[in-house]
Nanobody, 115 residues
């Protein structure tokens, strides 16, 4: 069964940067479009970035120009580079397939943006 493990979050000041990683087990990783989602208490989980197996990317309007998604299929890993962090980016970040097809969620990685 495929498992997802996110890492790289932390407490950063506004304007700072982070790089999140998502390591996936399983041989089917390279054929799936993958995405980064984020969840804030009281809100629905939000897809913020997507990358296809061929490397096409797109982003939610709220993060365009600040978030960069990439993947290394040889390492079964998806990355999310976040620049110019804002307090409203505070959330737990998860990766999963896009569209979500029922694959279990990892534990996520907390990103907190605060001065």
């Amino acid at each position: 069964q495929v498992q997802l493990v996110e890492s790289g979050g932390g407490l950063v000041q506004p304007g700072g940067s982070l790089r999140l990683s998502c390591a996936a087990s399983g041989s089917a990783f390279s054929i799936n479009a993958m995405g980064w989602y984020r969840h804030t208490p009281g809100k629905q989980r939000e897809l913020v970035a997507r990358i296809t197996s061929g490397g096409y990317t797109d982003y939610a309007d709220s993060v365009k120009g600040r978030f960069t998604i990439s993947r290394d299929n040889a390492k079964n890993t998806v990355y999310l580079r976040i620049d110019s962090l804002k307090p409203e980016d505070t959330a737990v970040y998860y990766c999963n397939t896009v569209p979500w097809g029922g694959l279990g969620w990892g534990q996520g990685t907390q990103v907190t943006v605060s001065s």
